[in-house]
């Protein structure tokens, strides 16, 4: 029985056209800036997000380490919202590693709007941490691959201009919100200081993030990714299959938008399951009024070759990416309706 494994789009394989670049990729010790491969990406990196420069990082969690790391002083805040990747899933290197404290807004979608965070912008006073930074989530993962409206990205990122403050996206997903938005990455990226992107993700490289800016702070991220111990050696094996996963991947995503969709449909249709409005490759849903437990009914999936997770005490997360088909999907439904009904009559 083929497993459909719909816990997050970072199962997906390499594709073949990754694995022969691979073998075939030109390579030197990226350390001494020498790896042909590397520094190729490092360019089409920079070019797509509309940056200075970029850095091949070993993931998507370094490159937002690094990011706050360069755009804050220690001691200060950083507002992101409530749910947001760099809070609850990257072991607080925030405060580990650049010495600041987060300032949580709760939202119900994962976006952040000008108004909410203005409010929350503290000076340098003898009683607060001044705010240095304001990290936004695009698309947001936990609340279902959500997407930043242009105009709120723009709002947030001249307000905090204004104000001398800095803007990171994480745009782990930057790829799914410009499919969603038929805008180009550089564009939704524009007015932020630097953006994170994952090709681990639905652009189906093994491993390997982006981290994107101006020079001087890319120049300076080098150093922070060394100390990191990403100071990876013939690492264009990897930057081979990413540049691949860059120029060939994107176009994939609309079939995972749509199976996604599909996903959401079907999810509906189930007695008791609620599923959140699905905008990209995600689809968070509600399990309460089936009266099985997120967790039993991940437990009961497996069992019938379905794996997805349970996110909380309600919700339960699919993910859709290339190594996941239409039937593959309707098979998960399938699973799913089952499991209830199975759980329900017993
Ligand atoms: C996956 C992800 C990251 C980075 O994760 P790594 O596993 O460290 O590559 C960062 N932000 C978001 C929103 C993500 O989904």
Redesign the pocket.
């Known amino acids: 029985m083929k497993t459909i494994d719909l816990r997050s789009d ?1 199962v997906t394989k390499p594709t073949p056209e990754m694995r022969r670049a691979m073998m075939e990729a030109e390579v030197g010790d990226d350390v001494y800036g020498e790896d042909p491969t590397v520094n190729r990406l490092e360019e089409q990196a920079a070019d797509v997000t509309g940056k200075q420069a970029a850095l091949f990082v070993p ?3 370094m490159g ?1 380490t690094i990011a706050v790391k360069l755009l804050t002083e220690h001691g200060q805040e950083v507002i992101c919202d409530s749910r947001a ?1 760099v809070l609850d899933y990257e072991m607080s290197m925030v405060a580990w590693f650049s010495g600041c404290v987060i300032r949580a807004i709760p939202t119900s979608d994962g976006l952040l709007s000008w108004e909410e965070v203005k409010r929350l912008i503290k000076p340098v006073s003898p009683y607060s941490a001044p705010t240095g930074l304001i990290a936004i ?1 695009n698309t947001h ?1 936990m609340w279902g691959g959500t997407v930043y409206p242009i105009e709120t990205i723009y709002e947030i990122c001249d307000g905090a201009h204004e104000r001398g403050l800095k803007v990171h996206m ?1 745009g ?2 930057i790829f799914n919100a410009a499919e969603a938005t038929g805008m180009p990455v550089r564009e939704i990226c524009a007015p932020a200081d630097t953006v994170m992107f ?1 090709l ?2 639905g652009l189906g490289a093994p491993a390997g ?1 982006i981290l994107a800016g101006p020079k001087h702070l890319m120049d300076k991220g080098r150093l922070y990714r060394k100390r990191l111990g990403g100071g990876m050696r013939q690492v264009g094996v990897l930057a081979a299959a990413c540049l691949v996963a860059l120029e060939d991947s994107p176009k994939k995503l609309a079939a995972d938008h749509a199976n996604a969709r599909f996903l959401a449909e079907g999810l509906a249709r189930i007695p008791g399951i609620e599923p959140r409005a699905v905008s990209t490759n995600i689809v968070v849903f509600d399990v309460s009024g089936t009266g099985v437990p997120p967790a039993a009914l991940s437990v009961q999936l497996k069992r019938r070759g379905v794996l997805m997770n349970a996110i909380n005490d309600r919700q339960v997360r699919a993910v859709t990416h290339y190594d996941v088909t239409r039937e593959d999907c309707a098979q998960a439904l399938g699973a799913v309706a089952e499991a209830v009904t199975e759980a329900v009559t017993r």
Do not use: L, Q, V
């Open positions: 970072t993931t998507g969690t937002n990747h989530e993962n994480d782990a997903r994952c681990s993700k993030s």
